[in-house]
C-alpha cells in the first residue's frame, strides 16, 4: 500500500521539484581577461547552459547548445577556456550525453569560431592557453579503436590557431623515453600563466595526487619527440593535489604530513620540496579547501565546522 501510494504521487513530485529547479536562472563559471567576460548561464525554465558574454550592459549568446541538437541527439557545452587577450575562447561541445567531445574555437568579437576543430577531448579538460593567445596546449585522449581504452595512455598535445590538428605536436606522450614519463593512467597537462616566462606539467588521474614538473617557456620542446628538459618537483607520494606559479615560485597545495592541507613554495629554478618554505600552515580545525591566486595576494577558504571562512594571504606574507 505505501509502495503504491509513493508511486501515484511521483508525478506530482516531479512536477514540483520540476518547478522549483527550472523556476530561476544561474550564472557560474565566470572568466575575464583582457576586459572581455565570458560566464555560464542557464536562463529561467532552461535545462542546458549557454556560453555568454556582455557588450557593454547587454549580454549575448555565444553557444546556445539547444539551437546546435540534430533530431534527437542533444549537444552539451563542456568546459572553456578564455585566451588571455580576451579575443578567444576555446570550448568544448559533447553531444548524446557523452563526455567526449570536440575542441572548437571561436572569435568572441565576431561570434563565429575559427575553423579549429580536434577530437576526442574528455568534456572536463579544457584548453591551457599560452600567454600570447596564439597556441594552446591541450589533453587528448586515445582514439576509439577495437581492444583501445580511451581513458589510458593519453597525451598533452600544443596547437597553433589556423593549422590543422593533424600538425598538432605531442609535447607530453606515451614514448618511454619521454622527460616526464607518465603512467598508462595518467591524465597529463601543461599550463602557463599569463605573465609567467615557466610552464608547469602534471599528471593526474582518478585520485587526487598529482605528479608535477616545471620548465622554461623557452625550453618547449615543438619536435614532437618530447625532450622538454622537465625538473620533477612531486610524485604521488607528496600528496600534492593543486599548483600554481607566481613571480619566481612554484606554490603546491599539500596533504603531506598534513592531513587539513598546508600551502607549500619553491623556487622554480630549484624546486626542492625537501627544501620548500611552508606559505599557509596547516590549520588542525579547518581544512584548507580552496586556494584561488590574484594579483593581490591568495584568496584562500578553509572549511570551519562545515561553513566556509573566506581570507586573503598577501604575496609577501
Known amino acids: 500500500r505505501q509502495l ?33 567576460t565570458i560566464y555560464t548561464t542557464v536562463p529561467e525554465n532552461a535545462q542546458l547552459g ?37 579575443k578567444y575562447v576555446g570550448y568544448i561541445l559533447s553531444s548524446g550525453g557523452g563526455e567526449v567531445g570536440q575542441i572548437h574555437v571561436m572569435n568572441i568579437a565576431t561570434g ?42 593519453m597525451i598533452a598535445r600544443y596547437h597553433v590557431l589556423g ?29 602557463i600563466e599569463p605573465e609567467s616566462s615557466w610552464m608547469v606539467a602534471v599528471s593526474g588521474g582518478a585520485g587526487v595526487v598529482q605528479r608535477i614538473a616545471v620548465a622554461r617557456r623557452s625550453e618547449l620542446d615543438l619536435s614532437g619527440r618530447g625532450k622538454t628538459p ?5 610524485t604521488e607520494a607528496d600528496g600534492v593535489d593543486a599548483v600554481f606559479t607566481h613571480g619566481d615560485r612554484l606554490y603546491l597545495r599539500t596533504f603531506k604530513n598534513a592531513p587539513n592541507f598546508k600551502l ?23 581544512s584548507l579547501a580552496n586556494l584561488q591566486a590574484a594579483r593581490d595576494g591568495i ?15 598577501a604575496w609577501r606574507g
Open 50 to 86: 549557454k556560453l555568454a558574454t556582455r557588450d557593454g550592459e547587454v549580454e549575448r549568446i555565444l553557444i546556445d547548445p539547444e539551437r546546435l541538437a540534430t533530431g534527437e541527439r542533444h549537444v552539451a557545452l563542456d568546459a572553456y577556456s578564455l585566451s588571455p587577450d580576451g
Open 163 to 191: 593549422t590543422p590538428a593533424s600538425a598538432d605536436v605531442t609535447v607530453i606522450g606515451r614514448d618511454a623515453g619521454s622527460t616526464f614519463p607518465i603512467k598508462p593512467q595518467g591524465f597529463p597537462g601543461v599550463s
Open 112 to 153: 563565429k569560431d575559427t575553423g579549429d576543430v580536434i577530437e576526442s577531448i574528455w568534456g572536463e579538460f579544457s584548453p591551457d592557453w599560452l600567454p600570447d593567445s596564439k597556441a594552446f596546449f591541450y589533453t587528448q585522449m586515445t582514439p576509439p579503436g577495437p581492444g583501445g581504452d580511451p581513458l589510458q595512455n
Open 299 to 313: 584568496y584562500v577558504v578553509h572549511n570551519v565546522g562545515g561553513l566556509a571562512r573566506l581570507s586573503r594571504w
Open 264 to 286: 607549500i613554495s619553491v623556487p622554480l629554478a630549484a624546486p626542492r620540496l625537501a627544501m620548500a618554505r611552508v606559505e599557509i600552515a596547516e590549520d588542525p580545525a579547518a
Open 230 to 234: 622537465w625538473k620533477l618537483v612531486a
Open 4 to 36: 503504491g501510494e509513493l508511486v501515484s504521487g511521483r508525478d506530482a513530485l516531479l512536477a514540483r521539484i520540476r518547478e522549483i529547479g527550472l523556476g530561476a536562472s544561474t550564472v557560474s563559471r565566470l572568466q575575464t581577461a583582457n576586459g572581455r
